[in-house]
């Protein structure tokens, strides 16, 4: 079980999540090392924003660097091998000391049409940014999930509805402010019946309205 956070950004929706977590463990029916919400953003992402202006007094558009980095970063297919049963793309692309930071990339030469070469850090700004490592989506909304166990002895609707009771005491109190274009349910999983046992699977959750915010409703 656990709680689903919806938010107009990856950040948003990372940072309320953490802000759940900490609360989760403060309940005690909450088994408090099982708590864990997503880390969305943290993966170092490479980002190159080129200079349009720059590549023009050189002869060179977009599509020219674009395919200069693809081929020296990222590498170009050029064929595949068939060994046995399994086929292997061959790809060719720079050493990777000559691309493993942002300053040996600035460094690379890119050929321009007059015969000249350029390094790319005067084509482009090229930057390390974080970024998420996976992204979550439910009906076109952003989502990231905080999930939680129970203490033995309790049972799992018990379990949600302290944890619903101590975030709305947080929220009350002012500890705990949902950011705007947040919201949050919680979920249980469903579950399989045994063999020779009929009873369906079952979902609880609640949702909080950052509209009404002294209200959490069940559904």
Known sequence: MGIKVYGPDLQTIESFGLQLEKYLKEVPSVKKEAVFADRIVGKPYLEL???RDQISRYGMNVVDVQDFIETAI???KLSTT???RERFPIRVRYARE???DPEAIQNLQIPTPMGNYIPL???ANITYRPGPDMIRGENTFLVGYVLLDKMPGFAEVTVVEDAKRYIQE???SGELTVPNGVRFEFFRFLRKPSPGRTTPGYRSSALFDPDFP???FSV
């Open 121 to 123: 850090g005067q084509l």
């Open 214 to 216: 002294d209200s959490v």
């Open 170 to 172: 947080k929220i009350d």
């Open 74 to 76: 990222g590498g170009m």
């Open 98 to 100: 000559y691309r493993d």
């Open 49 to 51: 924003d080129i200079d």
């Open 82 to 84: 068939v060994e046995g």
